[in-house]
């Protein structure tokens, strides 16, 4: 299984553009990364999917280096909303489902 | 509409007993999981289950035993709660196994006393 690390914790100021990055050294060929947003007392919420090179939509960018060990999740100009949990997800086939330990942003106003 | 389902929301019980959680998706998806969630905020998968078929089955009690009737429900039965079962869990559907989009259900806070 591609095990995931990620920051803990990030803080950030209102208005600044976080990136959070998460590790995957054992990624497989056919496995994708996918980034989930969880705030408290509610299921994980999916927020963009990439398999390499450069993913964007309407809330984030999802940046991944060739040799796709790692993993950069990118939200331009943070608001005090989107203080949560991001988990980092790298799946692919049957028996490949493993969740980040996740990093809890704080957004600071 | 509601997409993912579960039932109930709050569960608070003694150990030893039995109990049951549901969950239903009316995405029409094919796959559908149980995630645990302990106090420490880790999510773990232990059953998906693919058009009614067990696909994974992570290391989890006997006593945990998912039960999908038609591909739209996944129940998960607990025997003899202990008290290392309390965690929040999820269900999730998506329209297949693997880098498939999960759709996750709000959670059932499971407290075992």
């Known amino acids: 299984l591609a095990k995931t690390t990620q920051p803990i914790s990030m803080d950030s100021y209102e208005g600044q553009e976080v990136n959070i990055t998460c590790s995957h050294n054992?990624?497989?060929?056919?496995?994708?990364i996918t980034w989930y947003q969880q705030f408290p007392s509610q299921g994980p919420r999916f927020i963009i999917q990439g398999y390499k090179t450069k993913v964007t939509n309407e809330v984030a960018s999802l940046f991944i280096p060739a040799d796709r060990k790692s993993s950069t999740l990118s939200l331009p100009r943070v608001s005090l909303s989107d203080t949560a949990v991001y988990y980092c997800?790298?799946?692919?086939?049957?028996?490949?489902?493993?969740f980040g330990t996740g990093t809890k942003l704080q957004v600071i106003p | 509409d509601t997409a993912v389902s579960q039932t109930p929301k709050y569960l608070v019980t003694q150990m030893g007993n039995d109990k049951s959680i549901k969950c239903e998706q009316n995405?029409?998806?094919?796959?559908m999981y149980w995630y645990k969630q302990d106090s420490k905020k880790f999510l773990k998968i232990m059953f998906s289950?693919?058009?009614?078929?067990?696909?994974i089955n992570e290391t989890v009690p006997n006593r945990f035993s998912p039960k999908s009737p038609d591909k739209a429900h996944l129940n998960l039965h607990i025997n003899s709660l202990e008290l290392g079962d309390s965690a929040v869990y999820f269900c999730?559907?998506?329209?297949?196994?693997?880098?498939?989009?999960?759709?996750f259900g709000p959670g059932t806070r499971l407290l075992v006393l």
């Open positions: 997800l790298v799946s692919g086939g049957y028996q490949k489902v493993t």
């Open positions: 995405l029409g998806h094919d796959t």
């Open positions: 054992n990624i497989a060929t056919n496995d994708y």
């Open positions: 289950y693919n058009n009614k078929e067990l696909i």
């Open positions: 999730a559907s998506s329209q297949a196994q693997g880098q498939e989009t999960q759709y």
